[in-house]
């Protein structure tokens, strides 16, 4: 009975091939739509995950305090307020996995005829861990190179590619300010930052070799800024206070008196960033799902004129034998085929238009089996509901009125 009246619902679809196109319209724009915009917008939340993740794990980044100066204030890290002694000292708080003082400036670096101008950042090797930042190839420089302010290196991916194309760069020379450094190893590759900036154009010297060599301190052993891992995402807080606690003490400043320095957690910034990407993403796929709802009546709307002009075929089909259940379920199918056969196209449509966009535009989608099976699945349920009226009006019709219908 079944296979009977899809056929003849089929045959009645077929009779009506340009309505019936224009009715599955709606379905496969919305369907293609939500999918699309849910393709963008989760690629775009992975891209600001991948950055987290690049940025490293329960950060916190320490900075030097502000000063005035003829009236004007300055910024956090006018003044070198931060010391590697002070870093040593956060190494000894419980919960803190790992410290890294830093010292950047930016330099012209030489190897034979290339040239690359690059931020160098002067730290230690503890830098890698609280970075989650590991080699590609080479060592990592040791505390032994601190000590002695040894003229080292590491290259970002960046650098290592302008500075040496497809050369293996370990234990080659390179000129910093006119002075040899050697190159131990080279930094896996990063990406970019949430700002935008290619983490894997930089260069990592020893601290003191920044210090004493490259770019000078205007107070002997400070630094422009530190970070700091928790060593967990639950101790965050309980660290941040303690950090907070020792620079004051370590400082001697009075109580109510302002820092010298201010501490900014740099994994509930990213967490916002990642918050912020993820509504961004629900919010283009509420939009686009207001496609499907258009194509839902679109259908309500065909079904209710296909039910005025066949009333006499239903007072007909009615007067031998036919129930009224059977009549609802007969323009019940035709309004789940036009449904199911517009997702279908709508969810190619999707899929092809997200991998389009990509290809054009450059953009990262991501489209996942959760996003086209919800898409099907709400788009198929809005064309069963909205054709679910017109089949009962059919329904519910009186044989003898119907027969008289004109």
């Known amino acids: 009975m079944i296979t009977a009246m899809l056929s003849e619902a089929w045959m009645a679809m077929w009779a009506n091939r340009l309505r019936t196109i224009l009715t599955m319209l709606g379905m496969v724009i919305g369907v293609g739509a939500v999918i699309l915009m849910l393709a963008v917008g989760q690629g775009a939340q992975q891209q600001v995950q991948a950055s987290i993740a690049s940025m490293g794990s329960n950060l916190f980044i320490i900075l030097s305090g502000s000063t005035t100066s003829g009236g004007v204030r300055m910024g956090g890290g006018a003044t070198p307020t931060l010391t590697v002694t002070d870093a040593q000292s956060l190494e000894e708080l419980p ?48 505390d032994s190179d601190i000590r002695s302010a040894t003229r080292v290196a590491l290259l970002g991916q960046t650098v290592a590619q302008n500075l040496f194309g497809d050369e293996s760069p370990i234990d080659k020379t390179i000129r910093i300010k006119n002075s040899p450094y050697l190159v131990l190893g080279v930094l896996a590759g990063k990406g970019q930052s949430l700002d935008g900036r290619d983490q894997d154009d930089t260069v990592l010297v020893p601290v003191t070799t920044a ?21 967990s995402a639950d101790a965050m807080p309980r660290v941040e206070k303690s950090i907070n606690e020792l620079l004051r003490q370590r400082h001697r400043i009075r109580d109510g008196a302002d820092s010298d320095f201010s501490i900014r957690n740099l994994t509930a910034m990213a967490n916002t960033a990642a918050e912020t990407a993820k509504v ?22 065909i079904m209710l004129v296909s039910v005025t002009e066949r009333t006499r075929e239903i007072g007909i089909r009615m007067a031998i034998g036919a129930r009224g259940k059977d009549i609802l379920l007969q323009f019940l199918l035709e309004a789940i085929i036009i449904s199911v056969i517009g997702c279908l196209i709508g969810v190619l449509l999707g899929v092809g238009g997200a991998y389009g966009v990509q290809a054009a535009a450059g953009m990262a989608v991501e489209v996942t089996v959760n996003s086209i099976v919800t898409a099907f699945a709400v788009a198929a349920a809005v064309g069963i509901f909205f054709g679910w009226y017109p089949a009962r009006k059919a329904s519910m019709l009186r044989p003898i009125d119907a027969l008289r219908f004109q």
């Open 280 to 301: 961004m993403s629900l919010m283009l796929g509420a939009i686009a799902s207001i496609s499907l709802l258009v194509g839902g009546i679109g259908i309500m709307n």
């Open 95 to 142: 919960s803190v996995a790992a410290v890294a003082p830093s010292s950047p400036g930016v330099a012209q670096l030489v190897y034979g005829p290339n040239n690359w101008s690059t931020q160098i950042i002067g730290t230690t090797p503890s830098y890698l861990q609280v970075r989650d930042w590991p080699l590609s190839a080479g060592s990592v420089f040791t």
């Open 211 to 231: 210090q004493n060599k490259l770019f000078g301190t205007q107070f002997a052993g400070t630094v422009r800024f530190i970070m700091a891992q928790a060593d």
